[in-house]
């Protein structure tokens, strides 16, 4: 089984993608995370990485597509996998064309999340991920139990350095200009499902799955 979740920032991606993975055990490919953790463990592609993502710009394709293929070999990917933020460029896309046939898959679904651009904002400026486990919240729409503290590991909340207004603004215009034309890549293609994103976290999770369900 192999999902891509597409969709601006801010859209739900990450919370949607947690509980898809629990549920159809496969393995979550989130590119978002695997740069972040590699700027903050300062290695060679971090290094790299991090002047476009503290700008709000996308990491260069080719930097981002031997990450993405090196982890869909990697064993926990066998029973299927979820992208979340990839492809984000149709460079990308069709990158993962091309290595698809190597590794024995296809795309069976791609979930376009739509969510309206004030409430991205509102997401994307009230996120606060954990230090510790990476869980994510959101002040008013997800706030942990105790203030600035995860319920799952006690971690301390923060806010992500490219989640303030002024980059969100930026992100959200990079989305429009290079991701945006994916839907209609992948609406050719007859693989589209568009999801209406505005909904509370649950009715979203429904929607998603009364698809997945049938693959
Ligand atoms: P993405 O991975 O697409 O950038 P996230 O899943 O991190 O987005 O969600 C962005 C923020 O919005 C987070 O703080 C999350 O808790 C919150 N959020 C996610 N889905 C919803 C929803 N359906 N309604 C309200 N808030 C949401
Ligand atoms: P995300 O966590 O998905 O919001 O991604 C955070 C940042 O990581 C983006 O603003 C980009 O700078 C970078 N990034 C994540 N995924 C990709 C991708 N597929 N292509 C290029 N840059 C990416």
Do not use: W
């Amino acid at each position: 089984m192999l999902i891509i979740l597409l969709g601006p920032p801010g859209a739900g991606k990450g919370t949607q993608a947690e509980k898809i993975v629990n549920e159809y055990n496969i393995a979550h490919i989130a590119t978002g995370d695997i740069l972040r953790n590699a700027v903050k463990e300062e290695t060679t592609l971090g290094r790299k990485a991090r002047q476009y993502m503290d700008q709000g710009q996308l990491v260069p394709d080719e930097l981002v597509v031997e990450i993405v293929k090196d982890r869909l070999l990697e064993p926990d990917c066998t029973n299927g996998a979820l992208l979340d933020g990839f492809p984000r460029t149709v460079v990308q896309a069709a990158f993962l064309e091309q290595v698809l046939p190597d590794i024995k898959a296809r795309i069976d679904r791609v979930l376009s999340v739509e969510v309206e651009e004030g409430e991205l904002i509102n997401r994307l400026t009230g996120r606060r991920i954990c230090c510790d486990c990476g869980a994510s919240y959101h002040v008013k729409f997800k706030p942990p139990k105790v203030r600035n503290v995860c319920d799952q590991c006690g971690g301390d909340l923060y806010q992500r350095s490219d989640d303030t207004l002024e980059t969100v603004k930026e992100r959200l215009a990079v989305y429009k200009k290079q991701t945006e034309p994916l839907i209609s890549f992948y609406r050719e293609k007859g693989v589209l499902s568009a999801i209406d994103g505005n909904q509370d976290i649950d009715s979203v999770y429904k929607q998603i799955n009364s698809i997945l369900k049938d693959y």
